[in-house]
């Protein structure tokens, strides 16, 4: 669209910045974190034969969600700094991102819970497709945002749709894990981790030129 029948609504100086969107965001990741790290239980029985069946499973399945979470937040902060304003879709996508996040916990404690079983593994696939969904939305807004208001350099075009493909691919395996946990709830648990691992190095998959992406959008 020319720049001179941009909408009103959409001309980047009529826009807020993205520094409360951040700190929000940061804040409600912080308390997601906090609230999985509650579900550690004291040993009923002393010793470490207690320890390893009791805290070692806890500690697994604690440490997929906290990594899982935690380079969430790592693209996430990734995904903002690209943006000098944001509107109301990339707002309503965040707000997306948070609540799928947000049930994490529960599907961390329930499949605790729950010895993980087949249909325990497979609600925490969902959630982690659910989070991996949002994360998808989010990004799709972002892009949009730039479109509407010519704010996009080819730089940053080129990682918003690197990154997309990265994402529905993690949905892929996110997805596959839902049936797989049927068949065998290990091998169901190592296709989350796969898919997990494709977040962890935010460049995975990404354009070379990404780390001149600040450069490019001064």
Known sequence: MPPNTLPTD?????LPAPSRLESFSDGVI????????????????????????????????????????GIYWINHNHLVNRLKR??????????????????????TSYVLSEKFNSFSV?????????SGLGFVVLSA???????????????KLATQKAEGRKGF???ALYALAVPL????????????ALGT?????????????????SAGSS
Not at 10 to 14: F, I, V
Not at 141 to 155: D, L
Not at 181 to 192: C, F, Q, R
């Open 181 to 192: 946990a049927y068949w065998h709830p290990s091998m169901a648990a190592a296709d989350l």
């Open 86 to 107: 944001v509107d109301a879709p990339i707002l309503y996508a965040n707000l997306l991102l948070l609540f799928c996040l947000s049930l994490l916990p529960f599907a």
């Open 122 to 130: 497979a609600v925490y696939a969902g959630e982690l497709f659910l």
């Open 10 to 14: 959409y001309a980047p100086e009529a």
């Open 30 to 69: 912080a308390v997601i974190i906090t609230i999985m790290v509650l579900e550690f239980k004291l040993p009923q029985e002393p010793g470490p034969k207690a320890f390893i069946t009791d805290v070692i499973p806890t500690l697994a399945v604690y440490l997929l969600s906290f990594t899982y979470t």
């Open 141 to 155: 807004a972002v892009t949009r945002h730039f479109h509407r208001t010519g704010t996009a350099n080819p730089v």
């Open 169 to 171: 691919l993690s949905l």
């Open 197 to 213: 691992l494709l977040w962890i190095v935010p460049g995975f998959m990404l354009p070379a030129s990404r780390h001149s992406e």
